[in-house]
């Protein structure tokens, strides 16, 4: 039976909701979120905090948001990070997971479940996506290997084929949609044992409207100049998306739907 009373959600802009519907103030809301009201169906009177900040690799997580992560004694912490260390020039997989094994070390020794995901095949969002594809395979073998030792639960993502589906992803190529966040809190329910959670998430979507060559091409086009062109604009400058940013939700709250 699910008992979690504290839920802290740790990583980059994929927990903190980008991508998602916005709520009225124009904050993210994010899958941790959509998460964190299916616990508290569960367990009324649980409550959760969010100390994602986009923009954050590794390293950065493990030096920002673990001490204040284990300040709050969560019983069940959410642990998604590397996106942005995927699409770095400078890449060590053994370095990330290096920093993944300690962070998860650390909150399992204090007596909290961790929850930690895989990538999934990327190919079929973005040309990125068919670039990194060696990195993931390592990066997920990664996390195999460290939830295997650490008694960790690992969402293995990498296995869902709606997760690598251009639909549930955001025109940035680079967040989930509302759509993806929608399917990653349901995957993260049934990972987490909360009740009434189904498999549907796992099943593949419909197959999609065929786009002409004009199109595929106009869109394409788009993202070049909307998305990639500003993304390596900071990178040339040393810049990030989190820079100045804090946490949205960095005390444990009671859970409102």
């Known amino acids: 039976m699910v008992t ?3 839920f802290v959600a740790l990583g980059d802009s994929t927990t903190e909701g980008i991508g998602d519907t916005p709520y009225a103030d124009g904050s993210p809301q994010g899958w941790a979120d959509r998460f964190a009201t299916l616990l508290a169906q569960a367990v009324p009177g649980a409550s959760y905090a969010n100390l994602a900040v986009r ?3 590794t390293h950065e997580v493990h030096a920002e948001q673990l001490a204040p992560a284990l300040a709050l004694d969560p019983d069940l912490v959410s642990l998604v990070v590397a996106m942005n260390d995927l699409i770095r020039p400078r890449f060590s997989a053994d370095a990330i997971i290096g920093h993944i094994e300690a962070m998860v070390g650390a909150l399992r020794r204090q007596g909290a479940d961790v929850l930690l ?8 969002v973005s040309p990125v996506g068919r670039l990194v594809r060696g990195r993931i395979t390592d ?10 030792r650490h008694g960790a639960h690992v969402l293995d993502i990498a296995t869902v084929p709606s997760a690598g589906d251009p639909r ?6 680079l967040h989930l949609n509302p759509d993806g966040h929608a399917l990653l ?13 189904d498999n549907s998430w796992r099943a593949p979507l419909p197959p999609p409207l065929r786009r002409g060559l004009r199109e595929r ?9 909307t998305h990639l062109g500003p993304w ?3 990178r040339l400058t040393g810049r990030s998306s989190g820079d100045g940013r804090a946490a949205k939700r960095p005390d444990l709250l009671p859970i409102v739907a």
Do not use: C, H, S
Request: aromatic share 10%; no cysteine; glycine share 10%.
């Open 4 to 6: 979690y009373q504290r």
């Open 55 to 57: 923009g954050k690799v």
């Open 117 to 124: 995901m895989t990538f999934p095949d990327l190919a079929a």
């Open 139 to 148: 990066l997920n073998r990664g996390f195999r290997t460290v939830a295997a």
């Open 168 to 173: 549930v992803w955001a025109d940035d190529r």
């Open 185 to 197: 809190a349901r995957a993260m329910a049934a990972t987490a044992g909360l009740p009434d959670t």
């Open 217 to 225: 091409a106009e869109i394409e086009a788009a993202w070049y100049g």
């Open 232 to 234: 390596l604009g900071r």
